[in-house]
């Protein structure tokens, strides 16, 4: 029963793919089924293979700091009420920018390369992150820091058992979020400035016109994307039924 | 809260001259990033000059189209998702997975398709924007007092009346949050698009001007962006906070 929507969902979209390529035809689409064969060829390619794994390794190392960075920013503004009030609207405000304009400045510090694509992911992962753990300390139940406080309980105790369990299903949300965040940053980095990577793939498949292979590295990202977010989000919904 | 705006201002400020004396003293050296002061003055330069009048016209023109697309099909879509419980049902999953699918890779396959044109850039704002709009409209919809449906029945409302006249005016401040969200979307899917690849539009100027190592121009046209999306976004949240504090008081 659970499963039956996210099925027929993705039935719908193979099934509209495959009527909007009956009705454009080859000259901008390709089937499902031909996108899929190209896709498991690419994926057997020996060539292919690093240019995944520099997208991974990019990734994973924005993501991380973007993780500890937000959780760094996001956890201290939200124990402290003022320093949150006055931080807010400028997270707001730095989460609502283009943050595509900031990637020559983003290349000009860090050169072509590894270390932009990082920093790229994790400037887009960082502020969501921080806005969620944010509203997480914030939104903590002052009973229960007051009950705790009655009860003595030692800071270790307080963590453990109470700032923990209450704060982790909005955190888990901010994560969530900038997981994607993170990724698109990741995407974004390759596509202007780098040699290797999904993002360049797809910028050289774009000028070379080569459809095939645009849509065999779209399908690639989209089913990893939603893959992922489908497992975290399954993860927040059970933190967030808990508490 | 004055006294929070005043130290987010004062943060702001000192900010902001730090990294003016930063890029004076040569700390970082002019061609990573020139003093912010050099950035204003690039910027009003330019501006006078009407070098880049065509471009900003263009990124105003597609983000403008993409926000109000999706308005009105985000609202529509909306409105007809929260008669249909069955393909909501269907569709949640979609909600749930949408933005956490990286829009720029269909940027490709939409220049494929429609050419190098406007359009693309058009797409990838609307895409980017219409679920949000979607999504806040169906929260809305959901929160509309049974005894409001009521009295619309007892009116004999038909379907659509009943939308135009009693369910989308409750649930007005949620749309609009979405169209908020909306506005901001339009604009990171408009720019980034014409990052990319585009023959014209602010992105494209500051990519050009990056090409070129023409950092006076690019800085200029990297802080036009950042000021003007802080300023529509800023506004649009004082305008929120005047609705709903109206709101409120009737």
Redesign the interface.
């Known amino acids: 029963m659970k499963w039956r ?2 099925l ?2 993705v039935v ?1 979209i193979f099934v509209v793919w495959q009527v909007l390529y009956l009705l ?1 035809g080859d000259v ?2 390709r089937s499902p089924a031909s996108t899929a064969h190209s896709l498991s060829n690419l994926l057997s390619d020996p060539r292919f293979l690093p240019h995944i794994s520099e997208t991974a390794i990019a990734f994973a190392q924005g993501f991380a700091i973007a993780v500890v960075v937000g959780l760094l920013i996001g956890l201290p503004l939200g124990a402290a009420r ?1 320093a949150g ?3 807010e ?2 997270l ?2 730095l989460y ?10 983003i ?3 860090f050169g072509i390369g590894m270390p932009a694509k990082v920093a790229f992911g994790a400037i887009h992962g960082i502020v969501p992150i921080s806005i969620f753990a944010m509203n997480a300390v914030r939104n903590i139940n002052p009973t229960h820091l007051r009950t705790a406080q009655v009860m003595r309980m030692s800071f270790l105790d307080l963590t453990l058992n109470i700032l923990v369990p209450a704060a982790l299903p909005e955190i888990v949300t901010g994560i ?2 900038g ?2 965040l993170a ?2 940053g990741t ?2 980095g390759e ?2 400035g780098s040699q290797r990577g999904l993002g360049h793939l ?2 050289q ?2 000028s070379l ?1 080569n ?1 095939e292979r ?2 065999a ?2 399908l690639l ?2 089913v990893f ?2 893959g ?3 497992l975290l ?1 399954a993860l927040d919904r059970r933190l967030h039924a808990r508490a | 809260m004055p006294n929070a705006l005043i130290v987010r201002i004062a943060i702001v400020v000192i900010a902001v001259g730090l990294l003016e004396l930063l890029c004076r003293l040569g700390v970082i050296p002019n061609f990573t990033m020139i003093p912010p002061s050099a950035m204003a003055q690039s910027l009003w330069k330019i501006l006078a000059s009407g070098k880049f009048s065509h471009d900003i016209a263009a990124t105003l023109v597609n983000v403008g189209i993409a926000i109000v697309a999706a308005m009105a099909a985000g609202v529509a879509a909306g409105t007809a998702l929260q008669g249909w419980p069955a393909a909501r049902r269907t569709l949640d999953p979609l909600f749930a997975t949408y933005y956490a699918v990286p829009m720029y890779a269909f940027y490709p396959l939409l220049i494929v398709i429609f050419g190098l044109g406007d359009f693309p850039q058009v797409a990838i704002g609307f895409l980017l924007a219409v679920m949000a709009v979607i999504i806040n409209t169906l929260n809305g919809l959901d929160r509309v007092p049974a005894v409001l449906l009521k009295t619309a029945r007892v009116h004999r409302l038909g379907p659509l009346a009943a939308a135009w006249r009693v369910r989308l005016p409750y649930a007005a401040p949620y749309v609009f949050t979405g169209f908020k969200l909306a506005v901001a979307y339009s604009f990171i899917g408009v720019i980034g698009a014409e990052f990319i690849t585009s023959s014209r539009g602010i992105g494209y100027e500051i990519s050009f001007a990056y090409n070129n190592f023409d950092n006076p121009v690019m800085y200029a046209m990297i802080l036009f962006i950042l000021l003007l999306v802080i300023t529509v976004n800023m506004s649009l949240h004082v305008w929120e906070k005047r609705l709903l504090s109206r709101r409120r008081r009737a």
Do not use: C, G, Q, W
């Open positions: 929507d996210p027929i969902l719908l454009v901008a689409l003022f009030e006055v931080a609207p400028i707001v405000a609502s920018i283009p943050k595509v304009t900031l990637y020559p400045v290349l000009l510090m969530r979020v997981f994607s990724l698109i995407l974004l596509m202007f797809l910028m498949a774009m016109h459809i645009i849509l590295l779209t990202l989209v994307a939603a992922i977010n489908a989000l």
